[in-house]
């Protein structure tokens, strides 16, 4: 993209995936951290990516996922969304940071959303059911590809 982007005009746009559908509500303790493995931290530096190891808790991602479906209604070009990811990946993979109510909303007032908005759209059932079953219906179809995936 950034090779061609004097050409075309980019505009990306994240759509729910959950590595881990079963995880509970309030999340799983990581049993040890595969996150920080070497492996895994050779092919994040490769890419600018910092994985510390420092979450010790597997989140269910439910309300960060609604939180980015908010994102997209609030902003049809994407950017928004795409910079709140960003920080959800750090704030996760490299910060630690657990995907609480006040670190989402903290987020979202950080690319610039409403975060009263953000909070009544993540806590309204329809939205958060909505953006599960396109989840789960993106697992579903890419089972075989993500089978294959090693699961961090």
């Keep these: 993209m950034q090779e061609t982007r004097d050409k075309y005009e980019f505009h990306v746009f994240w759509e729910p995936y959950f590595l881990r559908p079963d995880t509970p509500e309030e999340g ?7 996150l920080s493995s070497p492996s895994l931290i050779t092919a994040g530096k490769a890419v600018g990516i910092d994985f510390t190891g420092a979450s010790k ?13 908010f994102a997209k209604t609030e902003d049809k070009t994407g950017k928004k969304q795409n910079d709140l990811q960003e920080i959800l990946f750090k704030a996760f ?3 630690g940071t657990p995907f609480d109510m006040n670190s989402l909303l903290l987020a979202a007032e950080s690319v610039g959303l409403n975060k009263d908005a953000a909070k009544v759209y993540i806590e309204n059932p329809e939205n958060k059911e909505k953006v599960a079953k396109k989840a789960y219906d993106r697992n579903i179809r890419e089972i075989g ?8």
């Design 93 to 95: 993979f490299t910060d």
């Design 57 to 69: 808790l597997l989140p269910n991602t439910t309300q960060a996922h609604t939180l980015l479906e």
């Design 145 to 152: 590809r993500a089978s294959c995936r090693e699961r961090v």
């Design 28 to 34: 799983t303790v990581i049993p040890y951290n595969r």
